[in-house]
């Protein structure tokens, strides 16, 4: 019984000194490479839920869409 | 794919404004910040031309590279982008930026200088996709929705192209071609305007339509105009 309260205070007390201590708040600088957030590629979420070969076909024809060559005939 | 890019056709651009519009109406960009504008050259003498100008997503790209603190990346699809959470505001990427394409936001009576903001060719920043946050912070991600840019969507004449490289290139090399075999003007005037934009048909060899060649300049053009 005394070990159990023992462990448990000494857990405790680990627990409560980690929230003590200090976050880094120095950033590990890697020159020349993005420091910011990860970002997503586009055809990640949905509609496309992450089938890049949908979203780039999407894209193809929307380009085409600008040539009005093609749109008028 | 190849790289996202834009190509401005300048015989076509007639200075409209339309992509500065859309640009600012689909991001809600604020006052005092402009994404994109329209830069013309030899503004109100024949011959002017006008070029649509946002951030051309450089493949080596200058901004990222004097960033003291790294805030660009450029994503598989080879569109620039930077993490304002990042940003210091230095104004480095200005200087280096060819084509002026950074801006900042100017708040205040005596122009507090802030995150930069520039084109993203409409497919937002580092948070999630489609989010409110990522439109506050960089506008609407017209990519994840399967759309083109606003502004190359929304000119009238399809001067301003977007997407990707290798196809933008292929319908401008097309129109090219087309518009070229369609003829222009005749009369040792320099072909401007319809002619050299679309072609003109109509004008044989025989004589030119009234008013479509440019007028020898009577005084030499005033240099560098710009509006």
């Not at chain 2, 005092?32 to 002017?48: A, F, K, L, Q």
Request: proline share 7%.
């Amino acid at each position: 019984m005394k070990f159990y309260v023992v462990a448990i205070l000494a857990g405790a007390l680990f627990l409560g000194l980690a929230g003590c201590s200090e976050r880094s708040q120095v950033v590990n600088y890697k020159q020349g490479t993005y420091q910011g957030k990860p970002d997503t590629p586009p055809y990640a979420g949905p509609p496309y839920n992450g089938d890049r070969a949908a979203w780039e076909r999407a894209m193809a024809v929307r380009a085409q869409a600008q040539n009005e060559y093609k749109r008028v005939k | 794919m190849a790289r996202m890019k834009f190509l401005c056709d300048a015989e076509r651009c007639i200075e409209c404004n339309g992509c500065v519009t859309a640009c600012k109406q689909e991001h809600d960009v604020p006052w005092g910040v402009n994404r994109r504008r329209v830069v013309t050259i030899n503004d109100g003498v024949p011959g002017e031309r006008s070029i649509s100008v946002a951030c051309m997503h450089c493949s080596d790209a200058p901004c990222m590279a004097v960033c003291p603190v790294d805030c660009f990346y450029r994503t598989e699809e080879g569109v620039v982008l930077h993490d304002k959470d990042l940003c210091i505001g230095c104004g480095y990427c200005f200087y280096a930026c060819p084509f002026g394409a950074p801006q900042f936001p100017q708040m205040g009576a005596f122009g507090v200088r802030g995150k930069m903001d520039k084109c993203t060719f409409c497919a937002g920043g580092p948070e999630k996709d489609g989010s409110p946050e990522e439109f506050a912070k960089y506008g609407r991600n017209r990519l994840s929705e399967g759309k083109l840019p606003a502004c190359a969507e929304m000119c009238s004449t399809k001067a301003l192209l977007g997407g990707d490289g290798d196809v933008i290139s292929e319908i401008y090399r097309n129109r090219v071609t087309l518009r070229a075999a369609r003829g222009t003007t005749s009369g040792g005037g320099v072909p401007w305007g319809w002619d050299s934009a679309y072609g003109r048909p109509s004008v044989t060899a025989a004589g030119t339509a009234p008013g479509t060649t440019l007028p020898a300049p009577a005084a030499p053009a005033p240099s560098g105009g710009k509006s």
